[in-house]
T-cell receptor, first 114, second 112 residues
Framework: DTGVSQNPRHKITKRGQNVTFRCDPISEHNRLYWYRQTLGQGPEFLTYFQNEAQLEKSRLLSDRFSAERPKGSFSTLEIQRTEQGDSAMYLC????????????FGDGTRLSIL | SQQGEEDPQALSIQEGENATMNCSYKTSINNLQWYRQNSGRGLVHLILIRSNEREKHSGRLRVTLDTSKKSSSLLITASRAADTASYFCATDAFSNDYKLSFGAGTTVTVRA
């Protein structure tokens, strides 16, 4: 049983650089979510895909952030011109459709901005 | 903004004891979920309780839900060192079932 996979696990970059993270969801899950988690806090919702359609974006997702899910399979989250405040754990989750379906999380990508 | 709030923020117990943590939320929900997170890892789904359910059990876990008070509790019985983790409650929004709102979590330390 393969779970949600995220790559890379850690990313260290200089301020101003662009970074891209990848998420491979559980194969039969049509919903995919991105969350951001800072130290000592719970995850905060960033965006959500149903198949390949991005259906909602949080106000936390500034213009420097973009997410895609081509062909409704894996997803990428790109951050352009990174800032110190972008340092966080970026978590991806997937689920089946339905309000009683739990979300399954990957181990996240920890981003550190120098 | 985070809808759920867990209480206490931190809990330290001896192995074998029970651990209880509470969650309060603000708006109507379809369901409430509890997750566990070990340090540096992702979240692991523990249990989901629907808004029309009052209590649910899964192994050593017992969850209660009181929608009139907008609160839930998670009880871990006979705790083990492996239960050391942060525990989060998460609620959906009645009209947006895909969007989970998490509290800041309760950090549980189980001493051997």
């Amino acid at each position: 049983d393969t779970g949600v996979s995220q790559n890379p696990r850690h990313k260290i970059t200089k301020r101003g650089q662009n970074v891209t993270f990848r998420c491979d969801p559980i194969s039969e899950h049509n919903r995919l979510y991105w969350y951001r988690q800072t130290l000592g806090q719970g995850p905060e919702f960033l965006t959500y895909f149903q198949n390949e359609a991005q259906l909602e974006k949080s106000r936390l997702l500034s213009d420097r952030f973009s997410a895609e899910r081509p062909k409704g399979s894996f997803s990428t989250l790109e951050i352009q011109r990174t800032e110190q405040g972008d340092s966080a754990m970026y978590l991806c989750a997937s689920s089946l459709e339905g309000f009683d379906q739990p979300q399954h999380f990957g181990d996240g990508t920890r981003l550190s901005i120098l | 903004s985070q809808q759920g709030e867990e209480d206490p923020q931190a809990l330290s117990i001896q192995e074998g004891e029970n651990a209880t943590m509470n969650c309060s939320y603000k708006t109507s929900i379809n369901n409430l979920q509890w997750y566990r997170q070990n340090s540096g890892r992702g979240l692991v789904h523990l249990i989901l309780i629907r808004s029309n359910e009052r209590e649910k059990h899964s192994g050593r876990l017992r969850v209660t839900l009181d929608t009139s008070k907008k609160s839930s509790s998670l009880l871990i019985t006979a705790s083990r060192a492996a239960d050391t983790a942060s525990y989060f409650c998460a609620t959906d929004a009645f009209s947006n079932d895909y969007k989970l709102s998490f509290g800041a979590g309760t950090t549980v330390t189980v001493r051997a």
